[in-house]
């Protein structure tokens, strides 16, 4: 798979299930201003919440109907039923919108990726193309907790000196964090090893 950002502004999502994966989706995708039609006979207690905070965000409770697939641009099957989500995921290629399957990740379109806000410009990704999202939760945990300082001061000072830096100070500066996070990682190593 080919990792790339959207501009998920005004596009419209359909989300079938009401469960953790379903929130957890609905809530990233109305973060980055997309529409979502969620529907499900039951669901969380975060939907709930999420549907007084989203306007975008329209729920229907009720099963799925094949009706609902119409002018969607990208559809989440997140059922606990891996038949339905098939059969959700067979009736969106057939129409080819592009779509998640929760239950089988070999039968996506797309998967999510875990990421991070470094700031208002930049967001590091992390992802496993779908074969592995607790993986990829990981690396963006152990990400955060041990290089993101590191990494948003080093685009800090890329960013104040761009205009005046020459083509080998970049190389120099990202060296210099090179050494700084690897002695950060051997001093961790050898403190574990002396507890």
Same mark, same amino acid.
């Given at each position: 798979?080919?990792?790339?950002?959207?501009?998920?502004?005004?596009?419209?999502? +359909?989300?079938?299930?009401?469960? !953790?994966?379903?929130?957890?989706?609905?809530?990233?995708?109305?973060?980055?201003?997309?529409?979502?039609? @969620?529907?499900?006979?039951?669901?969380?207690?975060?939907?709930?919440?999420?549907?007084?905070?989203?306007?975008?965000?329209?729920?229907?409770?009720?099963?799925?109907?094949?009706?609902?697939?119409?002018?969607?641009?990208?559809? +989440?099957?997140?059922?606990?039923?891996?038949?339905?989500?098939?059969?959700?995921?067979?009736?969106?290629?057939?129409?080819?919108?592009?779509?998640?399957?929760?239950?089988?990740?070999? =039968?996506?379109?797309? !998967?999510?990726?875990? !990421?991070? =806000? +470094?700031?208002?410009?930049?967001?590091?990704?992390? !992802?496993?193309?779908? /074969?592995?999202?607790?993986?990829?939760?990981?690396?963006?945990?152990?990400?955060?907790?041990? +290089?993101?300082?590191?990494? @948003?001061?080093?685009? *800090?000072?890329?960013? *104040?000196?761009?205009? /005046?830096? *020459?083509?080998?100070?970049?190389?120099? @500066?990202?060296?210099?964090?090179?050494?700084?996070?690897?002695? *950060?990682?051997?001093?961790?190593?050898?403190?574990?090893?002396?507890?």
């Amino acid at each position: 798979m080919l990792n790339v950002n959207l501009n998920l502004t005004s596009t419209m999502w +359909l989300i079938v299930g009401g469960g !953790s994966v379903a929130t957890r989706r609905a809530q990233k995708i109305l973060q980055e201003d997309g529409r979502v039609k @969620l529907v499900s006979p039951d669901i969380s207690k975060g939907l709930a919440k999420l549907e007084i905070k989203y306007k975008e965000l329209e729920i229907i409770k009720r099963n799925f109907r094949a009706t609902d697939i119409k002018n969607q641009d990208f559809i +989440l099957a997140c059922t606990n039923n891996i038949d339905l989500n098939k059969k959700i995921v067979t009736i969106a290629k057939s129409k080819k919108i592009l779509v998640s399957n929760a239950s089988d990740k070999n =039968d996506n379109n797309f !998967s999510f990726t875990s !990421s991070i =806000d +470094l700031n208002k410009k930049v967001k590091i990704n992390f !992802s496993t193309g779908g /074969s592995n999202p607790s993986f990829s939760k990981l690396l963006r945990t152990l990400f955060e907790k041990n +290089l993101k300082n590191e990494i @948003l001061n080093l685009y *800090k000072i890329l960013d *104040k000196e761009k205009s /005046s830096l *020459k083509p080998k100070t970049g190389d120099r @500066l990202i060296n210099e964090m090179e050494y700084t996070i690897n002695s *950060k990682l051997n001093t961790r190593k050898s403190t574990k090893g002396n507890l």
